[in-house]
């Protein structure tokens, strides 16, 4: 079974959903990545651990330590710049990821929800991009694919919201409506593994913390996807 992963910056997998893919390759899946961009327009680490003009190639390496702790076994670099995917047309995107995906014949896809979680506009770009590129692999797919998006609750949101925390610098966060949801993957067997894929990424030290003091605000360890679409070719009855 193959898991194929569409992100735009490294650590955008690692942050939303790397506790899932550490439970589908301990279960057999093998899973690679589409990585839009390397980040360059990120966090350059408090003290810096980068220049703005080393930074790609510095979270590229953080996004490869990390990869191997999660077992993303290749990469996939599309070498767009961050801060730019939303002014590259949905035809130029699709037609470098959409090839990747004829290529691997992936039976599973995630990529972010329309909304991106949290509003920015690279993540927005990638996850249409995504999207409409799996509508066109699923029309030849020969096996039973799935595409699912990564979402936040609604619920989720709200209780972050009540306790402080403050969103917003990509436009206001909606959260995906709790009935929405079709996917709730307890990820508490391997949480600590999923921190440390997170650490790796030194230079966004900032965001992982700030992703920890949320989880403690939750009861259990989860991570919540929207099933978008599937074909049902030999899938089970």
């Not at 980040?39 to 220049?51: F, I, R, S, V, W």
């Not at 999923?194 to 030194?202: D, I, L, N, S, Y």
């Not at 259990?220 to 599937?230: D, K, M, P, S, V």
Request: glycine share 6%; charged share 30%.
């Amino acid at each position: 079974m193959k898991l194929l992963l569409v992100f735009a910056h490294p650590d955008d997998e690692t942050f939303s959903s790397s506790g899932t893919i550490i439970q589908l390759v301990k279960q057999g899946f093998t899973a690679k990545l589409i990585m839009a961009t390397r980040g360059e327009a990120g966090m350059l680490g408090d003290p810096p651990l980068a220049t703005r003009e080393t930074l790609g190639k510095v979270r590229e390496q953080e996004l490869r330590e990390a990869s191997k702790i999660t077992g993303i076994s290749q990469i996939y670099f599309l070498d767009f710049i961050d801060g730019t995917l939303h002014k590259v047309s949905q035809k130029k995107l699709q037609a470098e990821i959409l090839p990747i995906m004829k290529k691997e014949k992936p039976h599973m896809v995630i990529t972010f929800e329309k909304n991106g979680i949290s509003m920015h506009p690279d993540h927005k770009a990638i996850s249409k991009a995504a999207t409409e590129s799996f509508f066109e692999y699923m029309k030849t797919a020969k096996h039973h694919v799935r595409l699912y998006h990564v979402v936040l609750p609604r619920s989720n949101l709200k209780r972050f919201e009540k306790a402080g925390f403050k969103y917003g610098f990509f436009g206001k966060m909606e959260g995906t409506p709790d009935e929405e949801i079709t996917t709730k993957v307890d990820i508490s067997r391997v949480y600590r593994t999923k921190m440390k894929a997170m650490m790796c990424h030194k230079t966004q030290q900032p965001d992982w913390e700030r992703l920890l003091k949320r989880a403690k605000l939750l009861k259990g360890r989860y991570e919540y996807f929207t099933l978008i679409a599937e074909n049902y070719i030999n899938s089970p009855k």
